[in-house]
Every structure is written in structure tokens, then in C-alpha cells.
């Protein structure tokens, strides 16, 4: 290839644009043939591809060879690359900052790849089209070390694209003997922290909300798991997108399976009635 490709790969393997740089092991750049006609785009890289500084490797790689080979194509045929080249903690999705970050090395990639065919290959676009009812949840920190006004915003911005049905909410704190406390400072102030956690909390509630009026008026298959804390006639129980459902007790126990319609509902909670006759 010419050198520009090669000074683009240094280039991107010095990036420091955003605060996945701290975090990493590897750049994940792509793999495969650059003069491919075909060029397949992921999100950003995981555990694997991290550690060995290649895309879609593991059991997501095994896959994606499968399906190469039922089209007739391999990776020698075909460029493999991510939106962002450095692992987000715990795989979590990346960022908008975070793209925005690294979406310029895609851009110039592609402009010297010059693909015929671009396969995107998003999870959340993928679940929110072809898995309607699968419910996403994440874990999200506020004032994380070094965090800005701006990846806040990212933040929630994030959170409105991907519209989460729940989520666990902290604020960042180090903890003793951890790669945090070493290397992460707590250097956000607790008060600007509180600020932003009151705002995630906030919107986290209206996506719930917004999640759970979707449901109203459908049927469910729940899963009783105890006698409502609330009202001894009433269970508790699960759907299987793990929101919470309360019904009329009846003569159900938990650990029946109770088919349910949607009533109504609370940010956190669905209310609904048996369709069962018992």
C-alpha cells in the first residue's frame, strides 16, 4: 500500500483525542485487504480485539467468518474496521464524543479504500430493528476521572439515542487497591458530580417511562417472584425484558408463570391484570 496508509496506521496508533486512550492496551486500526471492495464497519473493539489489536476476533469473529465463507469471501477478500479504535471500559456502547474522536480515521480509511460495498455492522441499530423486544440496559458513571461539561452531554445524548429501558446510576469514586485509584483521580468535584448523576437519574427516568407506556395494552408472560411489598393480594413478578410487573395475587404463587395485559404503569413498575382464569 502507499505510504499513506501506513502514516494514517501511526498516526492512529498515537491518537490520544479522547479519554479511551488511558484505558487501552491496544489501536485496534482494522485488518484485512485494503484495496477490498467490500468494507465492513463495526462499533468499537472488545476485550479480544484489544488485547490482540485486531478486529473481530473470538466468538464474534467466528461468526462473522461464517457468514463470510457462506458468501464465498474471507478476510484476505474483504477490510475489517471499527468506528472507534479503542476499547470502551467493559464493553460498554462508545460514546458520541468518542466517536466523534475517531470517526475522521474511518473517513480517511475509506477514502483510500474506496469500497464498492459498506456493511455496517452497529448491535443497537441491529437490536432496535430486527429484536423489538429485547430490552438494553447499561451501567452508567457520572463525573468519571477527567470527565468534561461536553462528554457529559455525550453522555446523555447517548442515552437518548440508544433509549435504555433501565440502568444502574453511580457516581465515580476510587476504590482501594484498584488500576483506578492508581491511575484514575477522582478529580471531579462531588458537587458537579451530584449535578450531572441528578441529570442522568432524571432522563434515565423518562426513557423508562417512554419504555414502559409502550407496553401498555400488551400481554406479557410473567414470571411471579413474590407477594407485593405494597399489598398482600397483589405479586411481584418479571417479563422477560426483566421489568417489573404487579398483579392480582388470585391463586398464583411465586414461581408461576402468569399471562398478563398491561394496564398502566409507573417509571419503574407495569401494572397489569391476569388474562388467566384461576
Not at 483525542?17 to 489501536?27: D, K
Not at 433501565?166 to 449535578?195: C, I, L, N
Not at 406479557?220 to 411481584?236: G, I, M, N, P, T
Request: hydrophobic fraction near 35%; charged fraction near 25%.
Amino acid at each position: 500500500m502507499p505510504e499513506t496508509w501506513r502514516a494514517l496506521e501511526r498516526e492512529c496508533a498515537q491518537c490520544r483525542e479522547c479519554a479511551l486512550c488511558q484505558t487501552r492496551h491496544s489501536v485496534v486500526f482494522g485488518t484485512g485487504n485494503p484495496q477490498a471492495e467490500v468494507l465492513l464497519v463495526g462499533e468499537a473493539p472488545g476485550a479480544n480485539e484489544d488485547e490482540q489489536g485486531i478486529p473481530f476476533v473470538g466468538k464474534a469473529g467466528m461468526l462473522l467468518d461464517d457468514m463470510l465463507a457462506i458468501i464465498g469471501l474471507d478476510r484476505t477478500k474483504v477490510y475489517i474496521a471499527n468506528i472507534v479504535k479503542c476499547r470502551p471500559p467493559n464493553n460498554r456502547d462508545p460514546m458520541n464524543v468518542e466517536q466523534d474522536a475517531c470517526i475522521g480515521y474511518l473517513r480517511r480509511q475509506m477514502a483510500l479504500i474506496r469500497p464498492k460495498i459498506l456493511v455496517c455492522l452497529g448491535r443497537i441499530a441491529a437490536i432496535r430493528r430486527y429484536m423489538p423486544d429485547c430490552a438494553i440496559t447499561t451501567d452508567l458513571i457520572a463525573g468519571f476521572s477527567g470527565e468534561t461539561a461536553e462528554e457529559h452531554e455525550a453522555t446523555l445524548s447517548l442515552m437518548r439515542e440508544v433509549g435504555y429501558e433501565s440502568a444502574f446510576m453511580f457516581k465515580y469514586s476510587e476504590r482501594p487497591g484498584t488500576f483506578a485509584q492508581r491511575h484514575m483521580p477522582d478529580d471531579v468535584p462531588d458537587a458537579v458530580k451530584s449535578a450531572r448523576l441528578t441529570e442522568i437519574i432524571a432522563l434515565q427516568g423518562e426513557l423508562s417511562l417512554a419504555s414502559n407506556r409502550r407496553d401498555v395494552g400488551r400481554e406479557f408472560e410473567v414470571l411471579a417472584e413474590s407477594v407485593s411489598h405494597k399489598r398482600d393480594d397483589q405479586l411481584a413478578g418479571r417479563t422477560s425484558q426483566n421489568k417489573v410487573v404487579v398483579f392480582d395475587r388470585r391463586d398464583w404463587r411465586p414461581g408461576d408463570y402468569v399471562r398478563v395485559r398491561i394496564t398502566g404503569c409507573t417509571p419503574v413498575t407495569l401494572i397489569g391484570e391476569p388474562i388467566d382464569n384461576r
